[in-house]
């Protein structure tokens, strides 16, 4: 056991932070300190909390650990923000909602930029998650913005996942459904004393009932106020429920074994991606082979084949 | 993957003025950092709490309310007794010529008063910050 690694499954902040940097980066040293940590980890139950912007997931997730924290379990709290893909950088301010937790000794929140697609944010992601886990938290909640590719495959790390709404999004609850509703465990209504609340509760409801299949779990819809702390009690209440209902079947077993494919995928993917696009030997042979592109003597299908087959030789 | 630099921008205190703290992060930003922004009154422990929860490189605090020297050199201080001493810590605000020597002894390493570029604030964390 080294010594980072030891630190991190007694719980130092610290040493759990500089590990999630080090997978941030990609540092040669993350392989090693991950290796080391996985026989420790598997105990933390992992929510996964996502929606669209505004909703007030950063307000509800604040509470949500405190209300962990008042059951007695210890919190960590992954929060991803977008990293801009022009300059590469990102301003991360789930924080700000999350202020009143920062003196607890047993919550860890860590904020994530996406780093763009080279970065693997979800192999990231994954590593956090179990190092917050192996640690010694009880709950690891993770956040991300409910679009795109990535933040789905990220949201696969979790064992239960709450799909956060808000009241007057009306028609648009029809366009965010392909993809984020079908990842839905727990559906939540945010800022549930705005007015519309009727209606996009039965909205919600309506697609449910499409997608129901009898005798088998309805998916809850649990209405909050995170601001006042309304419904956050019902909210954990529920979750417990879907954990026991989960633990109930063999589905909590193929879950996580769906997490560990996808963690796996992504590290070879993220291995790949580094073979073939190492800075020093990719640069040099990429312009050569992008000029040739230019001139048209060569297609781009016949410069991808040539770099593949340099690195899969 | 190279490192990216990750800057804490917080604000200590009861002064509730953050448009320059916003400005600078907005610029960090965009000069491709991570800056992670919590928000106003800070405590000098939530400061220290969150900046070795994110690990950051950088920690910028910005006051205007006259109160730096206390509160500057409070998370100062409480950066080195946590072992965080290798933050590069640089401050901002309204910040008198006659403060600035005490404030660089505590440990601030850059202090960027009134009319301060931002340009010079993102130069100067880029070129002072520890790889």
Same mark, same amino acid.
Request: net charge negative; with cysteine; charged share 30%.
């Given at each position: 056991?080294?010594? !980072?690694? /030891?630190?991190?499954?007694?719980?130092?902040?610290?040493?759990?932070?500089?590990?999630?940097?080090?997978?941030?980066?990609?540092?040669?040293?993350?392989?090693?300190?991950?290796?080391?940590?996985?026989?420790?980890?598997?105990?933390?139950?992992?929510?996964? $909390?996502?929606?669209?912007?505004?909703?007030?997931?950063?307000?509800?997730?604040?509470?949500?650990?405190?209300?962990?924290?008042?059951?007695?379990?210890?919190?960590?709290?992954?929060?991803?923000?977008?990293?801009?893909?022009?300059?590469?950088?990102?301003?991360?301010?789930?924080?700000?909602?999350?202020?009143?937790?920062?003196?607890?000794?047993?919550?860890?929140?860590?904020?994530?930029?996406?780093?763009?697609?080279? &970065?693997?944010?979800?192999?990231?992601?994954?590593?956090?998650?179990?190092?917050?886990?192996?640690?010694?938290?009880?709950?690891? %909640?993770?956040?991300?913005? #409910?679009?795109?590719?990535?933040?789905?495959?990220?949201?696969?790390?979790?064992?239960?996942?709450?799909?956060?709404?808000?009241?007057?999004?009306?028609?648009?609850?029809?366009?965010?459904?392909?993809?984020?509703?079908?990842?839905?465990? %727990?559906?939540?209504?945010?800022?549930?004393?705005?007015?519309?609340?009727?209606?996009?509760?039965?909205?919600?409801?309506?697609?449910?009932?499409? $997608?129901?299949?009898?005798?088998?779990?309805?998916?809850?819809?649990?209405?909050? $106020?995170?601001?006042?702390?309304? #419904?956050?009690?019902?909210?954990?209440?529920?979750?417990?429920?879907?954990?026991?209902? !989960?633990?109930?079947?063999?589905?909590? /077993?193929?879950?996580?074994?769906?997490?560990?494919?996808?963690? !796996?995928?992504?590290?070879?993917?993220?291995?790949?991606?580094?073979?073939?696009?190492?800075?020093? $030997?990719?640069? /040099?042979?990429?312009?050569?082979?992008?000029?040739?592109?230019?001139?048209?003597?060569? *297609?781009?299908?016949?410069?991808?084949?040539?770099?593949?087959?340099?690195?899969?030789? | 993957?190279?490192?990216?630099?990750?800057?804490?921008?917080?604000?200590?205190?009861?002064?509730?003025?953050?448009?320059?703290?916003? +400005?600078?992060?907005?610029?960090?930003?965009?000069?491709?950092?991570?800056?992670?922004?919590?928000?106003?009154?800070?405590?000098?422990?939530? +400061?220290?709490?969150?900046?070795?929860?994110?690990?950051? *490189?950088?920690?910028?605090?910005?006051?205007?309310?006259?109160?730096?020297?206390?509160?500057?050199?409070?998370?100062?201080?409480?950066?080195?007794?946590?072992?965080?001493?290798?933050?590069?810590?640089?401050? #901002?605000? %309204?910040?008198?010529?006659?403060?600035?020597?005490?404030?660089?002894?505590? &440990?601030?390493?850059?202090?960027? #008063?009134? &009319?301060?570029?931002?340009? /010079? %604030?993102?130069?100067? +964390?880029?070129?002072?910050?520890?790889?």
């Amino acid at each position: 056991m080294s010594e !980072l690694s /030891e630190r991190v499954l007694r719980g130092d902040h610290r040493a759990i932070a500089r590990m999630i940097s080090y997978s941030e980066d990609g540092d040669p040293r993350a392989a090693e300190e991950m290796k080391l940590l996985h026989p420790h980890a598997g105990n933390a139950y992992v929510i996964g $909390v996502t929606g669209v912007m505004g909703a007030g997931k950063s307000t509800l997730i604040c509470e949500l650990a405190r209300e962990f924290r008042s059951r007695g379990k210890k919190v960590g709290v992954v929060a991803v923000d977008p990293t801009s893909p022009f300059t590469g950088g990102a301003l991360l301010g789930d924080r700000i909602r999350m202020n009143e937790l920062v003196s607890d000794p047993d919550i860890f929140i860590r904020s994530m930029g996406t780093r763009g697609m080279l &970065g693997g944010i979800a192999s990231a992601v994954f590593d956090a998650v179990e190092i917050l886990d192996a640690s010694g938290k009880d709950i690891v %909640i993770v956040e991300t913005v #409910g679009v795109g590719q990535a933040e789905v495959d990220v949201i696969k790390v979790a064992d239960t996942t709450m799909v956060v709404l808000v009241p007057g999004l009306g028609d648009s609850i029809q366009t965010i459904k392909a993809g984020i509703m079908e990842i839905a465990d %727990i559906f939540v209504v945010n800022k549930a004393d705005r007015p519309g609340i009727e209606r996009a509760v039965a909205e919600i409801e309506s697609l449910l009932d499409l $997608v129901q299949v009898p005798g088998q779990r309805r998916i809850p819809i649990i209405q909050t $106020v995170a601001r006042d702390r309304k #419904g956050v009690p019902e909210l954990v209440n529920e979750v417990e429920k879907h954990l026991s209902h !989960l633990k109930g079947t063999d589905i909590f /077993e193929k879950r996580r074994r769906v997490r560990y494919e996808a963690e !796996l995928v992504e590290i070879i993917r993220k291995k790949l991606m580094n073979l073939i696009f190492d800075e020093t $030997v990719f640069r /040099e042979k990429v312009d050569t082979l992008l000029d040739r592109i230019q001139e048209r003597k060569l *297609d781009p299908y016949s410069a991808a084949d040539e770099i593949l087959s340099n690195v899969l030789k | 993957m190279a490192k990216k630099i990750r800057v804490l921008v917080a604000k200590p205190g009861l002064d509730g003025h953050d448009r320059g703290a916003k +400005i600078v992060a907005r610029a960090l930003r965009d000069a491709g950092m991570e800056v992670i922004y919590t928000g106003l009154h800070q405590t000098a422990d939530m +400061i220290v709490q969150t900046a070795i929860q994110e690990d950051v *490189d950088v920690v910028g605090l910005s006051l205007l309310s006259g109160a730096h020297m206390t509160l500057f050199t409070d998370v100062l201080d409480l950066l080195k007794q946590k072992g965080m001493d290798d933050v590069l810590v640089v401050g #901002g605000g %309204i910040i008198p010529e006659g403060d600035v020597p005490e404030l660089r002894k505590a &440990g601030m390493k850059g202090i960027f #008063g009134p &009319g301060a570029s931002v340009e /010079e %604030i993102v130069q100067f +964390i880029q070129e002072n910050v520890k790889g």
